[in-house]
């Protein structure tokens, strides 16, 4: 095997190990957020969760991906199939967040304050941007669309943990139960951009 091969295949073990512990971590972050969200009735923390649970649908479409590293014809093909399974994901989960947001809204749902939410968020503003980092230079040397689309996703989890974070600090500093409705809001627009991105299966820097 030439050194070229060599490295290459050294690139792609470490971005199936960055792989695996984003699937761990989205699991670990989308129970915490699905279960903190339904006890609080937080719309925002509930599409947190989910957005996490199709983090690790990302994940393993990436592995899957990575799997045919080494045929070019599949690979380009897998990469293709993997944008758009995520995209219609986003998609279905955009417009989730944004009826429920509504629909929260025009009933004056008043959600409680969540710790656990709270400190979750405040992780993964931790966490999110390192694992960034690492998949996007993996991407990079490995010219992989699919993994420099990964990275994107991780990007935008950064900021809906943003926005989750002040909805939820929001609500449960100053009372404004309107708070976690409207940051879910904002979110669905980054949702859906993604969704779309993945749909037409963008594959190009």
């Known amino acids: 095997m030439s050194e070229l091969a060599l490295n290459r295949h050294a690139l792609a073990e470490h971005g199936r190990r960055l792989e695996y512990f984003t699937i761990a971590w989205n699991t670990l972050e989308?129970?915490?957020?699905?279960?903190?969200?339904?006890?609080?009735?937080?719309?925002?923390?509930?599409?947190?969760?989910?957005?996490?649970?199709?983090?690790?649908?990302?994940?393993?479409?990436?592995?899957?991906?990575?799997?045919?590293?080494?045929?070019?014809?599949?690979?380009?093909?897998?990469?293709?199939?993997?944008?758009?399974v995520v995209g219609a994901c986003f998609i279905a989960l955009s417009m989730y967040v944004g009826y429920e947001s509504i629909s929260d809204l025009v009933s004056r749902k008043q959600p409680d304050y969540s710790i656990p939410g709270i400190v979750l968020a405040c992780v993964s503003l931790i966490v999110m941007p390192l694992l960034s980092r690492a998949k996007k230079k993996v991407g990079k040397s490995l010219s992989s669309a699919a993994m420099r689309a990964d990275a994107r996703q991780t990007d935008f989890c950064v900021y809906l943990s943003v926005i989750l974070l002040a909805g939820l600090l929001l609500n449960a500093g100053l009372g404004w139960w309107w708070a976690d409705p409207i940051a879910a809001l904002i979110m669905v627009p980054i949702i859906a951009k993604e969704g779309m991105d993945g749909m037409q299966a963008k594959i190009c820097c």
């Not at 649970?53 to 690979?75: C, K, N, P, Y």
Request: proline fraction near 0%; aromatic fraction near 6%; charged fraction near 25%.
């Open 30 to 84: 989308g129970l915490v957020a699905v279960v903190s969200g339904a006890m609080a009735g937080s719309i925002s923390l509930l599409g947190f969760g989910i957005d996490s649970f199709i983090e690790v649908t990302s994940g393993s479409t990436l592995l899957w991906r990575m799997s045919v590293d080494a045929d070019e014809q599949r690979r380009e093909r897998n990469e293709k199939i993997s944008l758009r």
